[in-house]
């Protein structure tokens, strides 16, 4: 008899009828089950890949009315994709969340474009990156673009402190660590570089501003390397050669003027939604 017979013919004995073999057999027995390598479980990972584009499809199911009836079926797709690429890192709950936290960030910024009379495109949400928004015509001036910029960390500062709020009365880390990653990704756009909606900002106080931030991401992105910071880096420099070169022209001239009240009143806003964010980043980070 083999080895695997004779584990098959022990198996089928009563627990007693175990027990009385190994004594016999002068060898240990043990209460439980031997643990036996098992291979990979496909079906387990099929339901974690399938389970972020169910509550994907679920959240459209709901709520494709909306973005139809504001003709941005496009933001609803790119919304799709975005949650189903962040569920694979932190988890559909957590990445719809999150998503949608960038929503009310870009909708900031649609909410005041439109106030001004801007045409403005609805937000694309590109996965890993964040979203934006498309102006199809230049506010009229720095003061007017910094309003446009800082409408979003404005209204995604909000949000993220909704999240806070439901954190600490429920008592859910969940809350707070989405509030954290909403007070972070603001506090990333106020960088003053250009695309970053810091850069768009501080056009209002001075041109040197951009250097600054210029300086200080390059810092971070040698600190740090990641692909995204030296995307922005080069973006960033490119349109701060060109806007430095056409800065003595009429035309740019006559844009940056602002009014020394309105650049006190942009220094205030930007600093200190800049120092609320870091404090408010310090309160709802989770300890590991």
């Known amino acids: 008899m083999t080895d695997q017979e004779t584990w098959r013919t022990f198996k089928e004995l ?3 009828e175990q027990h009385a073999f190994l004594d016999a057999v002068g060898e240990p027995h043990r209460d439980y089950e031997p643990i036996h390598p098992r291979g990979f479980d496909w079906r387990k990972f099929g339901r974690r890949i399938w389970a972020p584009f169910a509550a994907v499809g679920a959240f459209v199911v709901k709520f494709g009315a909306f973005f139809l009836k504001f003709k941005i079926f496009t933001v609803g797709l790119s919304m799709i994709v975005s ?3 962040y569920a694979l890192l932190w988890g559909w709950q957590f990445a719809v969340g999150f998503v949608l936290l960038i929503f009310c960030h870009e909708m900031g910024h649609v909410a ?5 009379g ?3 495109s609805a937000p694309l949400f ?3 990156l964040g979203a934006l928004i498309t102006l199809k015509a230049m506010p009229h001036n720095a003061w007017r673009e910094a309003q446009v910029a800082l409408a979003g960390p404005i209204a995604g500062s909000l949000a993220a402190a909704g999240c806070w709020a439901i954190g600490s009365y429920t008592d859910s880390n969940f809350f707070r660590a989405l509030a954290y990653a909403g007070f972070f990704i603001n506090l990333f756009n106020l960088i ?3 695309p970053l909606d810091g850069g768009r900002a501080v056009a209002a106080l001075h041109p040197l501003v951009w250097g600054l931030g210029l300086a200080a991401l390059l810092g971070l992105a040698l600190y740090k390397p990641n692909p995204f910071l030296f995307l922005i880096l080069i973006l960033g420099g490119f349109e701060i050669a060109k806007r430095w070169r056409t800065r003595h022209t009429p035309e740019m001239k006559e844009y ?3 009014t020394p009240a309105r650049r006190f009143a942009v220094a ?3 600093l200190g939604l800049a120092g609320g964010l870091a404090v408010a980043m310090t309160a709802t980070q989770v300890p590991h």
């Open 126 to 128: 590109i996965p890993f």
């Open 14 to 16: 009563s627990p007693e």
């Open 192 to 194: 003053p570089i250009v």
């Open 118 to 120: 801007l045409p403005v």
């Open 256 to 258: 940056y003027k602002v």
């Open 268 to 270: 205030a806003v930007y």
């Open 112 to 116: 005041e474009a439109r106030r001004q």
């Open 83 to 85: 949650i189903g690429g």
